[in-house]
């Protein structure tokens, strides 16, 4: 399993970026993607949204509803993160980790990132500037 993250940067508040994952090594519809982000000075990561590679069903975390858009391009093996009216605290490293279906509870995904049961691209970072 290969992810590779591309298109962070830095940003002023409300602005906007996409953010890619490219992927490779794994049956796509058997597995759903997920973006995490972790905080500067965090040690955990926080999980804001999923999809689900074979029906493209969706998770979205209260954080981030509204302004963040997780979609996925099954023939390009991508999945991509677009951020709206970003603010100050989304300034974050952010992952995209993908968990095969089986097992798969979204909500602990989500707050626990089943260590084991995920594998992980290297980061890219958001920063968002006043």
């Known amino acids: 399993v290969q992810l590779v993250e591309s298109g962070g940067g830095m940003v002023q508040t409300g602005g906007s970026l996409t953010l890619s994952c490219a992927a490779s090594?794994?049956?796509?519809?058997?597995?759903?993607i997920g973006w995490f982000r972790q905080l500067p000075g965090s040690q955990s990561r926080e999980g804001i949204l999923m999809i689900g590679l074979y029906d493209h069903s969706t998770y979205y975390g209260d954080s981030i509803r509204g302004r963040f858009t997780i979609s996925s391009d099954n023939a390009a093996n991508t999945v991509y993160l677009e951020m709206k009216d970003l603010k100050a605290e989304d300034t974050a490293t952010y992952f995209c980790a993908v968990r095969h279906l089986t097992g798969l509870s979204v909500k602990r995904w989500m707050f626990t990132g089943d260590p084991g049961s995920t594998s992980w691209g290297q980061g890219t970072q958001v920063t968002v500037s006043s």
């Open positions: 090594g794994f049956i796509f519809d058997d597995y759903a």
